[in-house]
């Protein structure tokens, strides 16, 4: 699996105080440049010398896109790429050189190479392909997206621009406005190949683009008349071309909708916002026989889902007929009929979690958005092993297949185009009315048969959230800003209160972040701001995470407002204002509760400032590195405090070999430690240790499987240097290298979710830590040795810790929640030859989602590098 409305320029941040000789530039207004699809980033974050109680004025930061202009067809220069641009809108794309290793090439398939010389082709075909590039993936492949549909004026751009903002903002009106019902095109969107391996959807695309470009038929023309087909050729050129699952940063971007840790997932973000498809297909493999969403129970409980479900099931009815209506069979091709899992499966394959893209669409407007599993296996072993006759066999029933079903959907967006329409109007209209969610029902969702209770999901909106105002000494400032801008970039609408006001039977200060709920994009509001569910009695396995909450996992304090009308006096805010902060005189103190905090100290460290650790474990920075201090505040929003505490030992620059995921390795390098990956292999392969101050393990590096030298070899840097370890990897190595005392249990492994903890008043790993965290294949820690430390537990209030997301107990009635209740899920101690060692039975760093915990791996690091 897997608009934005009209937007104010941002005004630019001017410091109200600069430092003496310390020139802070202040960014331009970001612009769309030419060929290329505008995006937004990270503005200045800095304050100097402000009190908490200041009001800053000066507005909020603005970004600039600096992106090499593309050129148009003819050599001249193009439009700037505006929303009111008329089409067709050509770039000429840059050919980057043949790759004769693309793993394309094997299965008869376009390698990536190839495809910007076929865009380039395709749009000199006539006047109704579009190339635009949308971004640019981690390995720095450009994104191609197409977009098909009969030619449109400056003018005639406009006038959808100007309706598309109209379904979105004003949507009762837009229900009753003549002219979007008469002319407004349906958006429809394709994603292809967000798994690298999983190919063909690209090329069936391809062909699409091809035949609608020269089509002369009156059915092609009409379909080109009333909608925009946009097609993201390759979601994820570098695994395309690796032909891997996940991208160069080693991330399923199919699991990163609700973090957009990743390039590509913000470029299709800005798609689903900018476009507002009502219809989307993402495009994967291999489920044999062909499977077509919409899925099993459970569903996500913010969608308007009797809306999702009636277009979603209509439409993939019409998509099995046409796969299954191409001949293929079992006994002839190997081709199983279509499978379509809301109807045909129990549970198994959810649409639960917006981390997904077909799951994340619907709350940019979805109508209708589905995965599509083509059948016929051609990765993995089934690409090293098979002839090469066989997999060009097999892509090619697949390319056909995929075509099919993109072809389907399209005759659905078209024969349906007045209630696609519709529905998508009506689901912002509910938002922006605070209007009740329609419980799925046969008699609500006429035409889909077999809908039960247990097929319903609803959830009770709140008000509002709060995020309070962070003064320049407040923990959550940065995280605060943070989310505030992931939920702007969300398109979620957020205001800043302009005095202090009272809500929900609470005070909050000026400056205070209010997120009204009466809004069109409510759904994905509650989704990244909510603590979510515990479904555990709902089904009995998950296909992936069933919790998250930016609200619990982010840093900031989050409050939710659960009734009464939302009055502030405020303004809507299109970043959020800065939080850095530099006291003007004395020692500087800065906390290491937040990753931006992290890579402060280590932007320091690095640049050889010498920082010491207070008590406490925040960081205490000589007055005279105030220079540079300003510059990070700047950069990173962070806050340097003015303080008279004294450490109690240096930092030191602290490089880490990991043997990690790829979302933890991301993390630890976002807080800007010096990383070398390490594994098994590595070590087998001969490794120097003299360069590594610390060892951090969670998965990938087993001491059994050691050869005798690289054995020695680690055992030697584990009788001076520390640990960290994580999850049973880590507790595995700990036992083996007899470090300390801790005997690991390993809870439900199929267990994930939002925990609460509760952590130790003093220490330097988890002091002062947020009250929840997320846990993975959860374990907690007993039997503890003399001296070994419980710096977190688990929650016992209630007798379970699970706030939300699927923690069962075993088959055999163990390793669920209720045993997890009070135990330790992080220890630390000191191991006889004198190293430290922090372990961990939560998942801080998962997919470098929680933000929030990072800094707990953080201060284990420091702690255990000495």
Do not use: C
Request: proline share 6%; aromatic share 6%; charged share 20%.
């Amino acid at each position: 699996m897997g608009s934005s409305r009209h937007r104010i320029p941002r005004p630019v941040l001017v410091p109200l105080a600069a430092l003496a000789g310390a020139a802070l530039l202040a960014p331009v207004t970001a612009a769309a440049q030419p060929g290329r699809l505008g995006g937004h980033g990270d503005g200045p974050q800095y304050r100097e010398g402000i009190s908490a109680g200041q009001e800053l004025r000066s507005g909020e930061a603005a970004t600039a896109s600096a992106a090499p202009a593309a050129r148009a067809l003819d050599g001249s220069a193009p439009e700037l790429l505006r929303g009111d641009a008329g089409y067709p809108r050509r770039t000429t794309l840059t050919v980057p050189p043949a790759n004769p290793a693309d793993k394309s090439i094997k299965l008869g398939l376009a390698p990536y190479h190839s495809l910007a010389p076929q865009l380039n082709a395709l749009q000199k075909l006539g006047d109704r392909v579009s190339v635009e590039v949308a971004g640019e993936s981690a390995g720095g492949h450009e994104l191609y997206l197409v977009t098909v549909t009969a030619p449109e004026s400056a003018q005639q751009a406009r006038e959808q621009e100007r309706m598309r903002e109209r379904i979105e903002n004003e949507p009762a009106a837009a229900a009753t406005d003549s002219r979007i019902k008469a002319a407004y095109k349906t958006p429809v969107f394709i994603n292809n190949n967000i798994h690298g391996n999983e190919w063909e959807g690209t090329d069936a695309s391809l062909k699409l683009i091809g035949e609608l470009a020269k089509a002369n038929d009156a059915r092609t023309k009409k379909l080109l008349a009333q909608n925009r087909i946009y097609i993201n050729v390759t979601a994820n050129p570098d695994g395309r071309i690796a032909g891997t699952r996940p991208n160069a940063n080693g991330f399923d971007i199919n699991r990163d909708f609700i973090t957009a840790t990743q390039p590509e997932t913000r470029a299709i973000r800005r798609i689903a916002i900018d476009k507002q498809p009502a219809v989307m297909l993402d495009m994967h493999g291999y489920v044999n026989g062909t499977l077509i969403e919409p899925t099993t129970p459970p569903h996500g409980e913010n969608y308007e889902y009797d809306l999702f479900l009636k277009n979603s099931y209509a439409n993939a009815l019409g998509m099995e007929a046409a796969v299954n209506g191409l001949g293929y069979t079992p006994a002839k091709d190997g081709v199983e009929p279509a499978i379509i899992p809301f109807r045909d499966q129990q549970e198994g394959w959810d649409d639960w979690p917006p981390i997904f893209t077909p799951q994340y669409m619907p709350f940019q407007g979805a109508v209708a958005a589905h995965t599509i599993e083509i059948p016929l296996q051609v990765n993995n072993e089934e690409y090293d092993t098979q002839p090469v006759a066989e997999l060009r066999r097999r892509s090619a029933v697949n390319t056909d297949i995929a075509g099919a079903a993109v072809k389907a959907a399209l005759n659905y967006t078209a024969t349906h185009r007045s209630t696609v329409i519709a529905d998508q109007i009506e689901t912002f209209r509910r938002g922006a009315a605070g209007a009740e969610q329609v419980p799925v029902s046969e008699e609500s969702v006429p035409g889909v048969p077999g809908i039960g209770p247990e097929d319903v999901y609803t959830t009770d909106f709140p008000s509002a959230y709060v995020i309070p105002a962070g003064g320049s000494g407040q923990r959550s400032a940065v995280a605060a800003a943070r989310l505030v801008d992931h939920l702007l970039a969300n398109d979620v609408r957020v205001e800043r209160a302009l005095r202090g006001f009272r809500l929900g039977g609470k005070n909050y200060p000026a400056g205070s972040y209010v997120v009204d709920m009466k809004q069109p994009k409510r759904g994905l509001a509650n989704v990244i701001l909510a603590e979510g569910r515990d479904i555990s009695a709902d089904v009995s396995a998950m296909y992936d995470i069933s919790g998250w909450s930016l609200g619990l996992l982010w840093g900031a304090s989050v409050d939710k407002v659960t009734s009464g009308k939302v009055d502030v006096p405020g303004r809507t805010v299109h970043a959020a204002s800065a939080t850095g902060y530099v006291a003007p005189r004395g020692d500087l103190r800065l906390r290491l509760d937040d990753p931006k905090e992290v890579r402060a100290l280590n932007s320091l460290l690095a640049d050889g400032v010498k920082v010491s650790r207070a008590a406490d474990g925040t960081a205490i920075v000589p007055g005279a590195a105030r220079r540079p201090a300003a510059r990070l505040a700047d950069r990173l929003g962070v806050a340097f405090n003015a303080t008279g505490a004294k450490g109690v030992a240096p930092f030191a620059r602290t490089r880490v070999a990991a043997a990690v995921s790829p979302g933890e390795l991301f993390a630890l390098r976002e807080m800007g430690f010096e990383v070398t990956a390490v594994s098994t292999d590595v070590l087998n392969a001969g490794f120097d240790w003299k360069g590594v101050d610390t060892l951090y393990v969670s998965a990938d590096l087993e001491r059994g499987k050691l050869k005798p030298a690289a054995k020695a070899g680690l055992d030697a840097f584990l009788r001076t240097h520390g640990l960290v370890g994580l999850g049973g990897d880590g507790a595995r190595l700990n036992a083996d290298a007899g470090l300390i005392a801790a005997k690991a249990v390993q809870g439900n492994g199929d267990a994930n979710g939002v925990v609460k903890v509760d952590s130790a008043a003093a220490g330097p790993v988890a002091a002062g830590a947020p009250a929840h965290t997320f846990v993975f294949s959860p374990m907690w820690f007993t039997e503890l040795g003399k001296g070994v430390r419980v710096d977190q537990s688990y929650g016992k209030t209630g007798g379970s810790p699970l706030v939300s997301g699927h923690w069962r107990a075993g088959e055999d009635g163990k390793g669920g929640p209720k045993d997890a209740a009070g135990q330790a899920s992080v220890v630390s101690g000191t191991s006889a030859q004198g190293a430290e060692v922090v372990l961990f039975g939560t998942q801080p760093l998962f997919r470098a989602h929680p933000k929030g915990v990072f800094a707990q791996v953080a201060r284990a690091l420091f702690v255990t590098a000495g």
